[in-house]
């Protein structure tokens, strides 16, 4: 059974940052592109970022490109988001996320993340 589980997810102020992990189980990690994906409250799906599954290149949503990076570390079967430089607008659900060939795709249930002051 391929499970996703998110963590690291909290109350931070503007300015601070967080790290999220994703523990991947019950597949092959390191043959799939990972992402991260998240949603603020009473709004859509807004995807984040991902990585892939060969060198490691990484791509963001221009809202967050030099404030976060992604990661993964394949012998630990984790992903990870560093968040730094955190708005309120970052509030949201967030969702580490694999990607497949066919839909559907799995995905965890999700780690809040609140920026206040």
């Known amino acids: 059974q391929v499970q996703l589980v998110e963590s690291g997810g909290g109350l931070v102020q503007p300015g601070g940052s967080l790290r999220l992990s994703c523990a991947a189980s019950?597949?092959?990690?390191?043959?799939?592109?990972m992402n991260w994906v998240r949603q603020a409250p009473g709004k859509g799906l807004e995807w984040v970022s991902a990585?892939?599954?060969?060198?490691?290149?990484?791509y963001y949503v221009d809202s967050v490109k030099g404030r976060f990076t992604i990661s993964r570390d394949n012998a630990k079967n984790t992903l990870y988001l560093q968040m730094n430089s955190l708005k309120p607008e970052d509030t949201a659900v967030y969702y580490c996320?694999?990607?497949?060939?066919?839909?559907?795709?799995?995905w965890g249930q999700g780690t809040q993340v609140s920026v206040s002051s």
């Open positions: 996320v694999r990607a497949t060939y066919w839909l559907p795709w799995t």
């Open positions: 019950g597949f092959t990690f390191s043959k799939y592109w």
């Open positions: 990585i892939d599954n060969g060198a490691g290149s990484t």
